[in-house]
Nanobody, 126 residues
Framework: QVQLVESGGGLVQAGGSLRLSCVASGRTSSHYAMGWFRQAPGKEREFVAAITWNGRSTYYADSVKGRFTISRDNAKNTVYLQMNSLKPEDTAVYYC???????????????????WGKGTLVTVSS
């Protein structure tokens, strides 16, 4: 079992930045690839970014490429999502997730995740 706890959400103006954190606990939590998803009001949960267990490969949704950066510190069992140049359409609850079986490349889907955090709300005002 892996437990995930997100933090770092909040209210920010368009063009601003936030850094989300996801702390993982449980056996071999640092061996898991990790991903970030988000869900806006009235919309389906969607993939944002993912990182392999060793941090060597990262994947991004087209909508956040060049603005968001995913990273991890396995010594701290923490995955980060640095979000820059935020837009109102980035407003959503952001979730950290981990799969038991790593999807290929950027094919991360919510249904393939086995562990989820409770989410942290990001609100971007215009």
């Amino acid at each position: 079992q892996v437990q995930l706890v997100e933090s770092g959400g909040g209210l920010v103006q368009a063009g601003g930045s936030l850094r989300l954190s996801c702390v993982a606990s449980g056996r071999t939590s640092s061996h898991y690839a990790m991903g970030w998803f988000r869900q806006a009001p009235g919309k389906e949960r969607e993939f944002v970014a993912a990182i392999t267990w060793n941090g060597r490969s990262t994947y991004y949704a087209d909508s956040v490429k060049g603005r968001f950066t995913i990273s991890r510190d396995n010594a701290k069992n923490t995955v980060y999502l640095q979000m820059n140049s935020l837009k109102p359409e980035d407003t959503a609850v952001y979730y950290c997730a981990a799969p038991s079986i790593v999807p290929g490349g950027s094919s991360w889907r919510p249904g393939d995740m086995d562990y989820w955090g409770k989410g942290t709300l990001v609100t971007v005002s215009s």
